[in-house]
């Protein structure tokens, strides 16, 4: 079993339509980040949180950490939001000190 | 433009041989770490380097090194390639350590023929 779960791994989506990418993970974390991975390959960093829910633009995020899991918010989603929306976890110490990744969900949204 | 840059941005070579690639980090940012992006692997960590010091170790290969310089640049090295080296290498670095964000490069596309 994957330490970082992604789910959906595809999601297909409508202009404007709010769309949800769920993050699930197993150890310990002091850190979650949500990259976005565009077409042509480059990452952007979007979120890195602790706790609670951060916003920038339309995007949202939030994390519970008893529960493990965070969520991906996007409103009224665009077309140049398709992308790759990668979860990332930072574990604690040693080699778990850095970045455990999932396995991205692939968004399309058609206009 | 995250700052960080990476050179080169594509490198084709042939099995059994070395390359180098290169990062600069952001100004200011002491950490560089090292990921790789493979299609069957996905994003894997090989290493981090805080101000010139290895900080922490992920699956890096014994093929594979690195190092950082005075000047906060770092390069990775990868020897006796095998096809199965063929991969995305990003660089990222942050201000300090991993409780940071990491703002990433470029990439490097590496094929191995």
């Known amino acids: 079993k994957n330490e970082v779960e992604q789910s959906p791994q595809n999601l297909t989506a409508q202009e404007g339509e709010f769309i949800t990418i769920n993050c699930s993970y197993s150890?310990?974390?002091?850190?979650l980040h949500w990259l976005q991975q565009h077409p042509g390959g480059g990452i952007v960093s979007l979120f890195m949180l602790s706790s609670g829910k951060k916003k920038h633009g339309r995007l949202i995020a939030t994390i519970n950490i008893q529960e493990k899991h965070s969520s991906l918010h996007i409103t009224a989603s665009h077309p140049r939001d398709s992308a790759v929306y990668i979860c990332?976890?930072?574990?604690?110490?040693?080699?778990?000190?850095?970045?455990?990744f999932g396995k991205g969900t692939k968004l399309s949204v058609k206009p | 433009d995250s700052g960080v840059t990476q050179t080169p941005k594509h490198l084709i070579t042939a099995t059994g041989q070395r390359v180098t690639l290169r990062c600069s980090p952001r100004s200011g940012d002491l950490s560089v770490y090292w990921y790789q992006q493979s299609l069957d692997q996905g994003l894997q960590f090989l290493i981090q380097?805080?101000?010139?010091?290895?900080?922490a170790k992920g699956n890096i290969l014994e093929r594979f090194s690195a190092q950082q310089f005075p000047d906060l640049h770092s390069e990775l090295n990868l020897s006796s390639l095998e096809l199965g080296d063929s991969a995305l290498y990003f660089c990222?670095?942050?201000?300090?350590?991993?409780?940071?964000?990491?703002?990433f490069g470029p990439g490097t596309r590496l094929t191995v023929l």
């Open positions: 990332a976890v930072k574990g604690y110490g040693g080699s778990q000190g850095n970045l455990i």
């Open positions: 150890v310990g974390i002091s850190a």
């Open positions: 380097y805080y101000n010139g010091e290895e900080r």
């Open positions: 990222a670095s942050s201000v300090a350590g991993a409780n940071n964000e990491q703002f």
